[in-house]
């Protein structure tokens, strides 16, 4: 059977409904492990989320000493884990996470074409906590040839737009630097002129750079791993119910164009729909109301595998901290005339000479916390001192830097977005001010403090730059503090933030198999869920970068051993 194409007519032993990183994980092991597995997808594009994220995998205890220089182990991972989520529900599947993780890891390298290697130094989100680490924990995909994917290339669904360059080119997290140093290093500058080349000569041919980095290379990977295992993939495919049969799920229902249509499985079905991130009706339930609307997650996470696995007798737990993982986000329109969300996570927040203010024109909370913590501050935010939405912003210096949302570093070419008024500029603080909507007063007392801070290198607000992660998302070539430096450099810019997420936290409760639970604790049988179908064992805390991408694999992986019949750890 040719990858891409599903004869809908024949029995699978395995159908999995979504195309993410749990899902395509489910599929390429079950498939390595000798199962005939089909892939429904809503969209028409093969990646979900993953294919627009960082691509971090949050994997403790898979990175060997020698590749990393530090030894990491369970119980250090779960000492870290019962720090920043507490008594919450969901321990046992930590530990079994925690667990199963390095032979999972293992198993995606030895078995398919995913390719993942850990970072020498990236901490978790709270280091000061114990059994915090530094490094090791953090495993990013390798580098991705496209076109190594031939035509399903264009099936992958390509990273937002603004984190390419040049409509198309991918930055890999190392040679940023390169790109902001090119006039100022030799090195850097060969550095960035080589890529160039390599993109304009895959643009020859193709509709964007083929070398794929971050979350673009890990989907890119599972859809190699897809295509070498010939699995049966279908494309804009609505599933409209599951079958259920003695007291467990046999197959799906399809919309078809001349009507249903049933395609069985012999042994389960797995749900890796992304999430309710898309649905608002599931928003307003389960989310805070001053969360909104916004959303960084790929199109068709609108909650489908969620009422499919509620209608087979599956429930979601209660006792989440969230049940988001939030984000910053700023709207615009893009050239096409789309909207567009623009995620903050890492590229503007927490660098020297940025700052967000509430509804007062004060700071609300440290901008070089993490996402998830920089939004829940948001939302916790007394009434009387609105934060949603808050503003970003900047000197010229630091827009030129670092950019700003979605404009990017060193665009000299400002005017589309002032015009559209995403970018708001001010010769001075008064006129930011009214810009912005907040006291000048306040504001111009803020940035004092602000400045002095930054002179001594002390953030005496909120300790920003006092830990090893704040250190890391700022910028080492400035000192003392490397996520502070004064707002000296006119005009002033800012950008409007608004409470997003990068996907839902609260899915199905599931067993350490990955299989859906009934209300009474019991498995249904041949349901399963992973990835943000399956309730998060973060019970919605976020201790660290790919804290949803580890799980994903890990449980897509389990979920799929499970179904091979294999239920213990893999020896080889």
Same mark, same amino acid.
């Given at each position: 059977?040719?990858?891409?194409?599903?004869?809908?007519?024949?029995?699978?032993?395995?159908?999995?409904?979504? $195309?993410?990183?749990?899902?395509?994980?489910? $599929?390429?092991?079950?498939?390595?492990?000798?199962?005939?597995?089909?892939?429904?997808?809503? /969209?028409?594009?093969?990646?979900?989320? *993953?294919?627009?994220?960082?691509?971090?995998?949050?994997?403790?205890?898979?990175?060997?000493?020698?590749?990393?220089?530090?030894?990491?182990?369970?119980?250090?991972?779960?000492?870290?884990?019962?720090?920043?989520?507490?008594?919450?529900?969901?321990?046992?599947?930590?530990?079994?996470?925690?667990?199963?993780?390095?032979?999972?890891?293992?198993?995606?390298?030895?078995?398919?074409?995913?390719?993942?290697?850990?970072?020498?130094?990236?901490?978790?989100?709270?280091?000061?906590?114990?059994?915090? /680490?530094?490094?090791?924990?953090?495993?990013?995909?390798?580098?991705?040839?496209?076109?190594?994917?031939?035509?399903?290339?264009?099936?992958?669904?390509?990273?937002?737009?603004?984190?390419?360059?040049?409509?198309?080119?991918?930055?890999?997290?190392?040679?940023?630097?390169?790109?902001?140093?090119?006039?100022?290093?030799?090195?850097?500058?060969?550095?960035?002129?080589?890529?160039?080349?390599?993109?304009?000569?895959?643009?020859?041919?193709?509709?964007?750079?083929?070398?794929?980095?971050?979350?673009?290379?890990?989907?890119?990977?599972?859809?190699?791993?897809?295509?070498?295992?010939?699995?049966?993939?279908?494309?804009?495919?609505?599933?409209?119910?599951?079958? !259920?049969?003695?007291?467990?799920?046999?197959?799906? &229902?399809?919309?078809?164009?001349?009507?249903?249509? *049933?395609?069985?499985?012999?042994?389960?079905?797995?749900?890796?729909?992304?999430?309710?991130?898309?649905?608002?009706? !599931?928003?307003?339930?389960?989310?805070?109301?001053?969360?909104?609307?916004?959303?960084?997650?790929?199109?068709?996470?609108?909650?489908?595998?969620?009422?499919?696995?509620?209608?087979?007798?599956?429930?979601?737990?209660?006792?989440?901290?969230?049940?988001?993982?939030?984000?910053?986000?700023?709207?615009?329109?893009?050239?096409?005339?789309?909207?567009?969300?623009?995620?903050?996570?890492?590229?503007?927040?927490?660098?020297?000479?940025?700052?967000?203010?509430?509804?007062?024109?004060?700071?609300? /909370?440290?901008?070089?916390?993490?996402?998830?913590?920089?939004?829940?501050? !948001?939302?916790?935010?007394? /009434?009387?001192?609105?934060?949603?939405?808050?503003?970003?912003?900047?000197?010229?210096?630091?827009?030129?830097?670092?950019?700003?949302?979605?404009?990017?570093? !060193?665009?000299?070419?400002?005017?589309?977005?002032?015009?559209?008024?995403?970018?708001?500029?001010?010769?001075?603080?008064?006129?930011?001010?009214?810009?912005?909507?907040?006291?000048?007063?306040?504001?111009?007392?803020?940035?004092?403090?602000?400045?002095?801070?930054?002179?001594?290198?002390?953030?005496?607000?909120?300790?920003?730059?006092?830990?090893?992660?704040?250190?890391?998302?700022?910028?080492? &070539?400035?000192?003392?503090?490397?996520?502070?430096?004064?707002?000296?450099?006119?005009?002033?810019?800012?950008?409007?933030?608004?409470?997003?997420?990068?996907?839902? $936290?609260?899915?199905?409760?599931?067993?350490?198999? $990955?299989?859906?639970?009934?209300?009474?604790?019991?498995?249904?049988?041949?349901?399963?869920?992973?990835?943000?179908?399956?309730?998060?064992?973060?019970?919605?805390?976020?201790?660290?970068?790919?804290?949803?991408?580890?799980?994903?694999?890990?449980?897509?992986?389990?979920?799929?051993?499970?179904?091979?019949?294999?239920?213990?750890?893999?020896?080889?």
């Amino acid at each position: 059977m040719r990858f891409g194409k599903a004869d809908l007519s024949q029995h699978y032993d395995v159908i999995v409904l979504g $195309a993410g990183a749990g899902g395509m994980t489910a $599929a390429a092991v079950a498939a390595h492990e000798g199962l005939n597995v089909l892939v429904l997808e809503k /969209t028409n594009r093969l990646g979900g989320t *993953t294919a627009l994220s960082g691509g971090m995998v949050w994997a403790p205890n898979s990175a060997s000493e020698t590749t990393v220089g530090t030894e990491d182990n369970v119980a250090e991972a779960r000492t870290y884990l019962d720090a920043v989520i507490g008594s919450r529900p969901g321990a046992k599947l930590r530990q079994t996470f925690l667990e199963r993780a390095p032979e999972a890891i293992a198993y995606l390298g030895r078995n398919t074409a995913v390719k993942l290697t850990p970072l020498a130094f990236y901490p978790d989100y709270y280091p000061d906590l114990p059994g915090a /680490t530094l490094k090791g924990r953090v495993l990013e995909p390798r580098p991705f040839d496209g076109r190594t994917l031939g035509e399903a290339f264009r099936l992958l669904r390509d990273p937002l737009p603004e984190f390419t360059l040049f409509g198309g080119m991918m930055v890999s997290r190392t040679d940023i630097p390169h790109f902001r140093r090119m006039f100022r290093s030799p090195r850097s500058a060969l550095r960035v002129a080589m890529l160039l080349i390599k993109y304009g000569l895959h643009r020859l041919n193709l509709h964007r750079g083929a070398t794929l980095v971050l979350g673009n290379a890990l989907a890119g990977r599972l859809v190699k791993s897809l295509r070498d295992l010939s699995v049966a993939v279908a494309l804009e495919t609505d599933v409209t119910r599951l079958l !259920m049969e003695n007291g467990g799920v046999g197959g799906v &229902e399809i919309a078809g164009a001349d009507g249903p249509v *049933t395609v069985r499985a012999r042994r389960g079905v797995i749900l890796a729909t992304g999430g309710f991130s898309h649905n608002q009706e !599931m928003r307003q339930t389960y989310l805070p109301e001053r969360a909104g609307p916004l959303s960084a997650v790929a199109p068709g996470a609108t909650g489908d595998g969620l009422a499919l696995g509620r209608t087979a007798g599956g429930s979601l737990p209660a006792g989440n901290e969230s049940n988001a993982f939030w984000v910053p986000v700023s709207t615009f329109r893009r050239n096409n005339g789309a909207e567009a969300v623009y995620p903050h996570t890492v590229t503007d927040r927490g660098k020297p000479g940025m700052l967000a203010v509430a509804s007062d024109g004060r700071r609300f /909370t440290n901008e070089a916390n993490s996402y998830h913590e920089f939004v829940t501050a !948001m939302l916790r935010t007394d /009434t009387g001192l609105s934060a949603v939405p808050c503003h970003l912003i900047c000197d010229s210096t630091s827009l030129w830097r670092y950019g700003l949302g979605a404009v990017k570093p !060193m665009t000299a070419r400002r005017a589309p977005y002032l015009k559209s008024g995403y970018l708001i500029e001010a010769p001075d603080l008064n006129g930011l001010a009214a810009k912005i909507g907040v006291d000048p007063t306040a504001l111009a007392k803020t940035v004092a403090r602000y400045n002095s801070d930054a002179e001594t290198g002390s953030d005496t607000l909120f300790g920003r730059g006092a830990n090893a992660y704040h250190k890391y998302v700022g910028d080492a &070539e400035t000192s003392p503090n490397p996520c502070m430096r004064p707002l000296t450099d006119l005009p002033y810019y800012a950008v409007k933030l608004q409470p997003g997420d990068l996907g839902t $936290a609260g899915g199905l409760g599931t067993d350490g198999n $990955a299989r859906v639970l009934a209300e009474n604790g019991a498995p249904i049988p041949g349901l399963y869920a992973c990835g943000n179908d399956m309730n998060s064992i973060m019970s919605g805390c976020y201790p660290g970068p790919g804290i949803t991408l580890g799980p994903a694999l890990v449980f897509g992986y389990l979920a799929a051993m499970h179904l091979a019949g294999k239920n213990t750890p893999d020896a080889g």
